[in-house]
């Protein structure tokens, strides 16, 4: 695959994005307007450089997979700017003419506000500011089973929660919500996740990456390894869930 250098790319004017997902710019690339996402600061890791590309990597390749699934999703390419490893998405809300000229048909809303306006006032507020993780303990982590597990199937949350017998709201973990619903419309979701789904393709994705591009470290083999075998113990738990 092709890492497309954006340093030469004009700033898309007027056009702004929020969110806490790192830095964002607009900027215009084959005459449309992308959304370019910066990895989060790594400043205060002990060894920075190895986990800039984290959020990026991250982007592109949640996109793709659910791109392999037949689902619809927004177009994204990997590149540098800045010095940085960053993920472009097409912004679909606008239809840039020129640099000074651009129509905007849709709008994109902040889950934020649609929880205030649709949902119960109880549901508590979410926000999620992203990790970083040192290679050193992705090594580590591939050769524990426990951690792996915890990586797989503890660790997620979803943006929605549930009232416990305790009266207090739980982020809810999607591995334990599909094990444990009764609701046949889930189910049957899983199923046809599991049969659009191909480890082959998967994989072939992740490989393509480069490990470096110039002087920055994409994606070694070793976060390789640790993707792949994450998904793997993922789809063997969804598939043992499988009715």
């Known amino acids: 695959m092709n890492i497309i250098d954006f340093s030469n790319a004009k700033t898309a004017r007027g056009v702004f994005y929020g969110g806490d997902a790192g830095a964002k710019e607009a900027i215009l690339h084959d005459d449309a307007t992308w959304m370019i996402k910066y990895p989060k600061t790594?400043?205060?890791?002990?060894?920075?450089?190895?986990?800039?590309?984290?959020?990026?990597?991250?982007?592109?390749l949640g996109s793709k997979i659910y791109e392999l699934l037949g689902l619809p999703t927004h177009e994204v390419l990997l590149g540098t700017r800045k010095g940085k490893i960053v993920v472009a998405c097409k912004d679909f809300t606008w239809l840039t003419i020129n640099e000074r000229t651009s129509h905007k048909p849709y709008e994109l809303i902040h889950f934020h506000y649609l929880k205030n306006t649709f949902m119960s006032s109880d549901l508590e507020s979410?926000?999620?500011?992203?990790?970083?993780?040192l290679l050193d303990e992705v090594e580590k982590r591939l050769s524990d089973t426990n951690a792996m597990e915890q990586d797989a199937f503890k660790s997620p949350r979803c943006v929605y929660k549930y009232r416990g017998l305790d009266n207090e709201s739980h982020s809810i973990n999607p591995f334990e919500f599909i094990e444990n619903t009764k609701i046949q419309g889930c189910r049957d979701a899983l199923d046809r996740f599991l049969s659009k789904i191909n480890m082959?393709?998967?994989?072939?994705?992740?490989?393509?990456?480069?490990?470096?591009?110039?002087?920055?470290?994409i994606m070694p083999h070793t976060q390789k390894r640790f993707y792949i075998k994450?998904?793997?113990?993922?789809?063997?738990?969804?598939?043992?869930?499988?009715i």
């Open 42 to 60: 790594t400043r205060d890791l002990i060894n920075p450089q190895i986990s800039y590309t984290t959020s990026p990597l991250s982007e592109y």
């Open 126 to 133: 979410y926000s999620g500011t992203g990790s970083e993780t």
């Open 200 to 217: 082959g393709d998967v994989r072939s994705l992740i490989d393509e990456i480069p490990e470096h591009y110039e002087v920055l470290s």
């Open 230 to 242: 994450l998904i793997e113990i993922r789809l063997d738990k969804l598939a043992s869930m499988k």
